[in-house]
């Protein structure tokens, strides 16, 4: 039988199959994917392969090829990957300016790493309803940025319905994933977006300030026929996966339109004449910011490096 895997939880998937029934069902073996050392073999968004014994258990027994996903670094086994999801045709990455703060460094490393694998993102600042004067420039700040160099920015709100509709239209007719850090408000615009899933909403830790896990799995929901969404748990930080350092430059889009203007092919921007991208730094084209989280991701090897750079 064939079908979608649609719900990740631990060892045990399950899957919806083309007649629309669904199934619960493990991974048969040793089951490994070719060529990804990956801590979750099978993931949500799957087009999966499924073998029913006579005991009435359900078994993965292959996965068709992807057309592409999402990938970071595991959290604590860093020569391997954390895949969030499969076959998408978008993303959309939550962020805010505030309560909790989402970091450049955070959103640049995603970027990157969508770029790597082919997924388009749409950026969606959320809680616009509760910034102050300051958190507001700061957003019109950030959505000039990333508007600038090519990304569709939203500003969206589940209390008070900002950019709600158009998201929706956003999402119709498509395959979405829906990530960001903990505590940016995922499941309360999940809520807003469809009320009928139901997903639960979180506190935001008045100690810390920072989003306490409300997610705990990643699962499809269909929230118009032909529209899905893939809700994910939140992430604390995006380590990048099997990039070497000569294409780091090529994922991050203002870089790459300007490296064809260096005078070496093989320039790291980094320190060499007659670069284009340094050029455009010191004249104010491109971001600072964009410009550090590039070097954290040449520089950096390891988890512990990239989430103290936060």
């Known amino acids: 039988m064939k079908g979608v895997v649609i719900r990740s939880a631990g060892s045990v998937y399950t899957a919806r199959l ?27 968004g799957d087009h999966v392969n499924i073998e029913v014994r006579n005991d009435g258990t359900a ?22 990957s954390h895949i969030l999801a499969a076959n998408l045709d978008q993303c959309f990455l939550v962020v805010t300016v505030n309560h909790p703060v989402t970091s450049t460094t955070f959103i640049d490393r995603f970027l990157a790493s969508a770029e790597a694998y082919r997924v388009p993102v749409v950026i969606l600042f959320n809680k616009v309803d509760i910034y102050n004067q300051a958190d507001s ?16 920015c939203l500003r969206t709100s589940a209390e008070d319905g900002t950019g709600i509709d158009e998201l929706k239209e956003l999402m119709r007719d498509k395959v979405s994933l829906l990530a960001g850090n903990s505590g940016v408000g995922k499941s309360s615009l999940v809520n807003a977006i469809s009320p009928s ?21 990643t699962e499809m929901f269909e929230l118009l026929p032909g529209s899905f969404l893939v809700d994910t748990p939140g992430v604390k ?8 350092a000569e294409e780091i430059a090529h994922y991050f889009v203002e870089f790459f ?14 320190h060499e004449p007659g670069c284009a991208v340094l050029a455009a730094l010191e004249q104010g084209h491109i971001a600072p910011t964009r410009y550090q989280s590039y070097l ?9 490096k990239y989430r103290a750079a936060e």
């Open 18 to 44: 083309d007649g629309g029934a669904l199934v619960e069902c493990r991974v048969k073996g040793n089951f490994r994917l070719k060529g990804i050392k990956s801590t979750n073999p099978v993931v949500v």
């Open 59 to 80: 078994y993965i027994t292959e996965i068709m090829p992807r057309s592409n996903y999402i990938v970071r670094k595991a959290s604590n086994l860093s020569k391997q």
């Open 137 to 152: 420039e700061e957003l019109d700040y950030l959505i000039s940025l990333y508007e600038s160099i090519g990304y569709h």
């Open 197 to 217: 899933i139901g997903a639960k909403v979180g506190e935001i830790s008045r100690i810390h300030d920072t989003g306490m896990h409300t997610t705990t799995y």
């Open 237 to 244: 930080g995006f380590g990048s996966y099997d990039m070497e």
């Open 257 to 270: 339109e300007l490296s064809c203007d260096c005078r070496y092919s093989n320039c790291t921007h980094t």
């Open 296 to 304: 954290s991701m040449l520089e950096d090897k390891d988890e512990g």
